[in-house]
């Protein structure tokens, strides 16, 4: 593998955002894993930002992440820390409604026309 693309796949926690919604533009699935062939070493994988979130959440490191046929396998996953008082789980949230205008949701025509190209 290329030592920048290496280095990336060891490194980032970006995650890719790739859902449509149904006809009634409410979200109901996305996929979590996206393959990437290497001309040299195989297949790799991009998490989702859905998946990079969980893997956030369960303190779950991108080499103990297993892509099975029909399934995901997070190894070593830590259940996070409650707070004494309360048990909810420590950990910060974050208003991210500033990114509502900067997302923007596409048809299955335009995302397959964006594919073809």
Do not use: C, W
């Not at 290329?2 to 926690?13: G, I």
């Not at 006809?23 to 393959?35: G, M, N, Q, Y």
């Not at 790799?44 to 029909?70: D, M, T």
């Amino acid at each position: 593998m290329d030592p920048l693309v290496e280095k990336f796949f060891l490194n980032a926690h970006l995650g890719i955002v790739n859902a449509i919604p149904d006809s009634d533009e409410v979200l109901r699935k996305a996929t979590l894993i996206f393959p990437y062939q290497d001309s040299k070493e195989g297949i790799h994988y991009f998490s989702s930002i859905f998946l990079e979130l969980v893997k956030e959440y369960y303190s779950v490191a991108n080499e103990n992440v297993k892509v099975e046929k029909e399934f995901i396998v997070l190894e070593d996953a830590v259940v996070p820390k409650l707070a004494e008082e309360t048990k909810d789980p420590l950990v910060e949230l974050v208003d991210l409604s500033f990114l509502k205008d900067k997302i923007h949701a596409v048809s299955q025509k335009q995302y397959d026309d964006n594919l073809r190209k």
